[in-house]
């Protein structure tokens, strides 16, 4: 289907000397913010590097923007990648020797689209981190960092944005400040959400939900 954005079916992944873990197939529609809940050690993080291509599943296929991942490898997948998807790790994961702008501008590079500093400082600004533009991520908040990694995954308008438990260490106010910057910024830039975690607070603002 044309709205289709990502999409996987009879996905499993053995660990080697390890349990075998098997999937739900995934269906999301453009626009359709979904959510993977589930307890620790369900392995909603591996599920997540499956639908990405991060890692290869045991069975299985993933479909995103109805291209197949696994039928991709190397510099052909890592760009494929760069370009239609954003991820939020539970960790920033940010340069440490880049600023703030040049870690996202490396994220336009990796992507083969022209650097932008234009959009860079305007998404600064509306993530309230205008004055951090040109400083080092070792000054930064931790949630300071959390937004420096949101907009380096959502600068390049990724078809499907992907956030890795975002509000597990939050208070109540913090998870809904976050959950509502993640919708607005996804509605904004044309991106549709899945987030992965064990935080049943937030069920109640997803239609679509996937139980590991």
């Known amino acids: 289907m044309a709205d289709t954005i990502l999409s996987s079916v009879r996905l499993s992944y053995q660990y080697p000397q390890g349990v075998k873990l098997e999937f739900p197939d995934i269906h999301i529609a453009k626009n359709q913010h979904s ?12 599920l997540l590097h499956l639908l990405s291509g991060l890692s290869k599943p045991t069975t299985g296929e993933v479909h995103l923007m109805n291209d197949s991942l696994y039928t991709m490898s190397g510099a052909t997948l890592d760009a494929f990648r760069a370009k239609n998807l954003g991820f939020i790790f539970q960790e920033a994961h940010l340069l440490r020797n880049l600023t703030v702008t040049e870690n996202i501008k490396l994220a336009q590079r990796l992507a083969k689209n022209p650097v932008n500093e234009q959009t860079i400082a305007e998404l600064l600004d509306y993530l309230q981190l205008k004055d951090k533009a040109h400083v080092l991520p070792n000054q930064l908040s931790r949630g300071q960092k959390q937004r420096v990694a949101i907009a380096r995954a959502i600068i390049n308008r990724p ?21 509502q ?25 997803f239609t679509n939900s996937y139980q590991l």
Not at 35 to 46: A, E, I, N, Q, R
């Open 181 to 205: 910057l993640l919708f607005n910024i996804a509605s904004n830039f044309g991106s549709t959400l899945l987030i992965a975690t064990h935080d049943k607070r937030i069920k109640d603002h």
């Open 35 to 46: 959510l993977l809940l589930g307890d620790s050690g369900t392995g909603k993080t591996t």
């Open 159 to 179: 078809g499907l944005l992907l956030a890795d438990e975002p509000t597990a260490s939050l208070d109540d106010k913090n998870t809904d400040l976050v959950l």
